[in-house]
């Protein structure tokens, strides 16, 4: 059943009737200027919470990783800098993010749950963002 919604809401936004974004992500640029590198950063945010900001390098490898992941494969973590990290892994065959600083309680973290179709298309568009930031 899965599968099916998540073609007919593909084909909507490949001929233009939805925009091309992943339910309850917000993924775009952020510039942080009371960091020691202002960025830009790629930013994830989630009704979960928000995820560690990325460089545009750490964003096309989690996105590369996700673009080819498939249920039950091996897990991946990202160091995205000396305090923070993304990881991806699985729950039977739904794609689990996490993302925390080092710090925070595993329980704490900002964590969600996909499918991996719904993986595949968040893959595309943190790719597309992280594009956009090679030319900030």
């Known amino acids: 059943m899965v599968d099916i919604i998540h073609g007919v809401v593909r084909q909507a936004i490949d001929a233009g009737e939805l925009e091309d974004e992943t339910p309850g992500f917000k993924?775009?640029?952020h510039l942080?200027?009371?960091?020691?590198?202002?960025?830009?950063?790629?930013?994830?945010?989630?009704?979960?919470?928000?995820?560690?900001?990325?460089?545009?390098e750490d964003a096309q490898k989690i996105g590369r990783f996700l673009s080819e992941t498939e249920p039950g494969g091996e897990a991946f973590q990202s160091q995205v800098n000396d305090r923070k990290m993304w990881s991806v892994g699985f729950v039977g065959t739904a794609v689990e993010i996490i993302g925390r600083s080092f710090n925070t309680?595993?329980?704490?973290?900002?964590?969600v749950?996909?499918?991996v179709p719904?993986?595949?298309?968040?893959?595309?568009?943190?790719?597309?963002v992280a594009q956009k930031a090679a030319h900030a």
Not at 105 to 111: L, S
Not at 118 to 128: E, G, H, K, M
Request: zero cysteines; charged letters at 30%; proline letters at 8%.
């Open 27 to 29: 993924i775009d640029l």
């Open 113 to 115: 749950v996909m499918s």
């Open 105 to 111: 309680p595993i329980e704490d973290a900002t964590r």
């Open 118 to 128: 719904l993986a595949r298309d968040f893959a595309r568009q943190l790719l597309a």
């Open 32 to 56: 942080d200027m009371d960091a020691k590198e202002h960025g830009p950063f790629v930013r994830v945010t989630t009704p979960n919470g928000e995820f560690p900001l990325m460089k545009r």
